[in-house]
RNA sequence: GUGGGUGUAGCUCAGCCGGUAGAGCACUGGAUUGUGGCUCCAGGUGUCGAGGGUUCGAACCCCUUCACUCACCCCA
């Protein structure tokens, strides 16, 4: 309301008690789920050098051309706020030849990242991921293994009415072939696509499989699909893959329209997806990335991974039930004299990881004991001059509304307090 | 970057055809000078997002601007 107050940035939230619980319960499932399949945490830094995600992401994607927090440092060196994970994790493996430790590496990582695009339900300039990479296996197994893993997590936070799609995007020996198939299919509809298909035919063919304009639904019905173009290797893996999410029981639909937005992916690639977060389908999305280590200057390894957003898990969660913590004990005093013996009373408590309030301000008894029952207190610690005269308490019972008289010799133990302090 | 929607109390919102604001919830106090929930009573701060214009008079009409939001593009 005060035109003076500052705010916050445009896309860049807070989270707040009430809603940071669901980010908690998110955060401790996936570690759990992660650290089952073997997987160890990396943490890596929030800024890198900008060469990074121009050289990874690759140059023509919109991440790169447009969506960057990109700024110079004071030694005129050119950083940029991470917009997705895998490249930092990379860059880390490499520079500290974790492969010379393991030839398999199973990390994860969960943090902000940053894209300045326009924010809309579900997508935010900062965003957090939680994703995981495994690096020096190509076997078709640990692809279906990273979406067992995926699938798992979502049924253990009970996220449901998410689906897993799979796709193969080939290679670099079929994909130039495929690309100039789909290239001549699109050439000779141009006149149906809309405008953007138009552009995109000329910048990135694929994407206009996934174009939503029904013109464009209507005219790349016939598109050729690239697992339909692969070489022997990448056809070969991708049933492979096929048939141990069978064996694994992960339920699956091959997409063969789903696009990558950015340049590293290779062979399989995946998104969960979901109809319940507006105009945002991919709750989690990932792929293979064989020739990324290599392009970064690191071993030949290949690699696979995905992360998911964050915010739309927990948009998907929904909400829960209140989690607000509920004081075991409330200490409603009247005068000096108990107002000062309730409040080391309480510092005890609270010293022995017993969560307790008591009113700091002076008021009623009446006022008092409307806020132990708006805490949702347990039980009610009565202490006047009355009393403290008398060496007793009233304990009471919120929820049954009765109450007893105990001696304050007796109290420690009825609060379950160890004896010496 | 482009388009739509919405800005009124702490929150959710009402406010007709222009006559300078209301309800519910929440909060505080009281009915009960020391006993919560239920009930009843009382209590109010709004620069009506901001700036300008039309008018005797604007929350309402016009213009500009900002913020939020949804969607396009694109993506987790």
Redesign the pocket.
């Given at each position: 309301?005060t035109?003076v107050s500052i705010?916050g940035i445009?896309g860049m939230n807070d989270i707040l008690p009430g809603e940071v619980e669901a980010w908690q319960f998110l955060e401790s499932s996936a570690r759990r789920v992660f650290a089952a399949f073997g997987y160890r945490e990396i943490r890596v830094p929030v800024v890198e050098k900008t060469e990074l995600f121009c050289r990874s992401i690759g140059e023509t994607?919109?991440?790169v051309e447009k969506e960057m927090y990109t700024f110079a440092d004071k030694g005129g060196t050119s950083m940029t706020m991470r917009p997705?994970g895998t490249a930092p994790v990379i860059r880390a493996f490499i520079e500290h030849k974790l492969h010379t430790l393991d030839p398999v590496s199973k990390l994860y990582y969960l943090g902000p990242m940053f894209?300045h695009?326009?924010?809309?339900?579900?997508?935010?300039r900062q965003?957090h991921?939680i994703g995981a990479e495994v690096i020096g296996l190509d076997d078709p197994k640990i692809d279906a293994q990273v979406l067992a893993m995926l699938s798992h997590f979502f049924a253990t936070v009970g996220i449901d009415g998410v689906t897993l799609q799979i796709n193969s995007l080939g290679c670099p020996e079929c994909r130039p072939a495929y690309r100039q198939a789909l290239l001549d299919f699109l050439q000779a509809r141009l006149g149906q696509l809309c405008a953007?298909c138009q552009r995109?035919a000329a910048t990135n063919p694929l994407?206009a499989l996934d174009?939503?304009v029904p013109g464009c639904i209507e005219a790349t019905a016939g598109a050729p699909a690239v697992i339909e173009h692969l070489c022997t290797g990448c056809d070969l893996h991708f049933e492979a893959v096929r048939s141990h999410l069978t064996e694994l029981e992960v339920p699956y639909t091959v997409n063969p329209r789903m696009?990558?937005?950015?340049d590293y992916y290779t062979k399989t690639t995946f998104?969960m997806v979901t109809d319940r977060l507006?105009?945002?389908?991919?709750?989690?999305?990932g792929g293979r990335y064989d020739r990324l280590v290599a392009d970064l200057g690191g071993p030949p390894l290949p690699g696979i991974g995905f992360?998911?957003?964050e915010?739309?898990l927990a948009l998907l969660l929904g909400a829960r039930d209140d989690a607000s913590p509920r004081p075991a004990l409330f200490i409603a005093t009247?005068g000096v004299e108990a107002e000062r013996f309730g409040f080391r009373l309480l510092t005890r408590l609270q010293r022995q990881g017993i969560y307790a309030e008591m009113e700091y301000a002076g008021?009623?008894?009446?006022?008092q004991?409307?806020?132990a029952?708006?805490l949702g207190a347990r039980r009610v610690l009565?202490l006047?001059?009355?009393?403290l005269a008398r060496g007793i308490a009233?304990l009471?019972d919120?929820?049954a509304?009765t109450?007893e008289e105990v001696p304050l010799t007796e109290l420690d133990a009825r609060l379950g307090l160890v004896v010496c302090d």
């Open positions: 309301m035109n705010t445009k994607t919109d991440i997705e894209r695009e326009r924010p809309q339900k579900g997508r935010y965003f991921q953007d995109r994407r174009c939503k696009v990558r937005g950015l998104e507006g105009a945002q389908s991919a709750v989690a999305a992360a998911m957003g915010e739309r009247l008021k009623s008894l009446k006022a004991l409307r806020r029952d708006k009565i006047g001059g009355d009393e009233q009471r919120m929820a509304g109450q």
